[in-house]
């Protein structure tokens, strides 16, 4: 479950659980052409199984992601160039995902969903 922009390409950030039930955060992307996804950045264990995430637009449509797992707002992977892809640019939104198979596959909770405008840089 996590954070994501979509567009011709995609990134994401988001927890991940493993088999055993370790949570990580995990960023990742594909490009256009792509066949599988690929890790944006190194998986980090989430001990507490949650993480403030976010991503920050700035000029040219980069997009830049970062999370707090609680010890501080932390940046991770590198700018992503938002591109549209069938209609007038692109997405960003919140997304759940289970793995293939039956039974319960977990939960994703959402406390808050902001957009606002950037800070002021006096």
Do not use: K, M, N
Not at 10 to 20: E, F, K, P, T
Not at 97 to 116: D, I, K, N, S
């Amino acid at each position: 479950a996590g954070l994501a922009v979509l567009g011709d390409a995609y990134r994401w950030i988001g927890l991940q659980r493993d088999a055993d039930g370790t949570a990580y955060l995990v960023h990742r992307f594909a490009e256009s052409v792509a066949q599988a996804e690929r890790d944006a950045d190194r998986p980090r264990p989430a001990p507490r199984g949650r993480a403030l995430l976010r991503v920050e637009t700035v000029a040219g449509a980069r997009c830049r992601f970062s999370y707090d797992l609680g010890d501080g707002p932390q940046p991770t992977g590198r700018d992503f160039a938002a591109t549209p892809w069938g209609w007038v640019g692109a997405l960003l939104g919140l997304f759940a995902l289970a793995p293939a198979g039956q039974g319960h596959a977990g939960a994703a909770t959402f406390t808050r969903f902001r957009v606002g405008p950037h800070p002021p840089t006096d």
